[in-house]
């Protein structure tokens, strides 16, 4: 049996280079890896945004892996390898969500859509305001790997109304395979953590202690152990 391949969806406004410590350390591990841009993001970011062109991107990149995919999100990206692991026909051995714990509905969603909206109408489109946030949350490495793809600052309103027609609980009820939501103690989009937890048929919550909201990119080591966990196990289970 061919050894599980990682496919690893990046978070909104970044790119594939978010994931540039993980995938080295999956490199080292032996583990092969897959790190596509979604439309709107990096090398693909003249093409539109939209979820169903994201799965496509998602579907492309898996047909490439020989062997089982573990699949591994984080924010965005988390929400659509969720989203993904319960509409494709290729169901993943695993998937790894990470701070995607909160449902994106309702005035919740509405209010962050005004505000992106609002950051989006500044003369600079809010670069600034990004910028001072990276630098406030994010350490010098994770920042320097993020500024390689760049930062698609105008794809977040798109993004945001797809959001608001995927059912996060509905897809992970529908996801036979282990579910590991992975958490930044500080993350604020832990509220409905518990909710995921339960509605997983196999679900494992793992928190990161002293990580926010960008958790690969603040503790990539504690963050990559939990990955490489992960990989191991469906190894292990698959007889890899």
Same mark, same amino acid.
């Given at each position: 049996?061919?050894?599980?391949?990682?496919?690893?969806?990046?978070?909104?406004?970044?790119?594939?280079?978010?994931?540039?410590?993980?995938?080295?350390?999956?490199?080292?591990?032996?583990?092969?890896?897959?790190?596509?841009?979604?439309?709107?993001?990096?090398?693909?970011?003249?093409?539109?945004?939209?979820?169903?062109?994201?799965?496509?991107?998602?579907?492309?990149?898996?047909?490439?892996?020989?062997?089982?995919?573990?699949?591994?999100?984080?924010?965005?990206?988390?929400?659509?390898?969720?989203?993904?692991?319960?509409?494709?026909?290729?169901?993943?051995?695993?998937?790894?969500?990470?701070?995607?714990?909160?449902?994106?509905?309702?005035?919740?969603?509405?209010?962050?859509?005004?505000?992106?909206?609002?950051?989006?109408?500044?003369?600079?489109?809010?670069?600034?305001?990004?910028?001072?946030?990276?630098?406030?949350?994010?350490?010098?490495?994770?920042?320097?790997?993020?500024?390689?793809?760049?930062?698609?600052?105008?794809?977040?309103?798109?993004?945001?109304?797809?959001?608001?027609? =995927?059912?996060?609980?509905?897809? =992970?009820?529908?996801?036979?395979?282990?579910?590991?939501?992975?958490?930044?103690?500080?993350?604020?989009?832990?509220?409905?953590?518990?909710?995921?937890?339960?509605?997983?048929?196999?679900?494992?919550?793992? =928190?990161?202690?002293?990580?926010?909201?960008?958790?690969?990119?603040?503790?990539?080591?504690?963050?990559?152990?939990?990955?490489?966990?992960?990989?191991?196990?469906?190894?292990?289970?698959?007889?890899?």
């Amino acid at each position: 049996m061919p050894a599980p391949t990682v496919l690893l969806v990046h978070g909104v406004r970044a790119s594939r280079t978010m994931w540039l410590r993980q995938l080295a350390a999956l490199e080292v591990a032996g583990v092969p890896a897959l790190a596509p841009d979604l439309p709107g993001h990096g090398a693909r970011r003249d093409e539109d945004f939209t979820v169903a062109a994201s799965l496509d991107v998602l579907d492309d990149a898996a047909s490439d892996a020989d062997g089982p995919v573990v699949v591994a999100g984080l924010s965005m990206g988390g929400y659509l390898a969720l989203h993904w692991a319960a509409c494709t026909t290729r169901r993943p051995a695993a998937v790894l969500a990470a701070a995607c714990s909160t449902q994106p509905a309702g005035v919740g969603l509405a209010a962050y859509r005004l505000l992106a909206r609002a950051i989006g109408r500044l003369p600079d489109g809010g670069a600034r305001l990004n910028e001072l946030m990276a630098r406030r949350f994010v350490p010098a490495p994770g920042r320097a790997d993020l500024a390689v793809g760049g930062m698609a600052l105008g794809v977040m309103d798109a993004v945001l109304a797809g959001m608001a027609d =995927i059912d996060t609980l509905a897809d =992970i009820a529908q996801i036979d395979a282990p579910i590991w939501f992975v958490n930044g103690r500080w993350d604020h989009f832990r509220a409905h953590e518990r909710r995921f937890l339960a509605a997983a048929a196999r679900g494992r919550l793992v =928190i990161v202690p002293g990580a926010t909201h960008l958790v690969s990119l603040v503790q990539p080591v504690a963050f990559n152990r939990v990955l490489l966990e992960l990989v191991a196990e469906v190894a292990h289970d698959d007889g890899a």
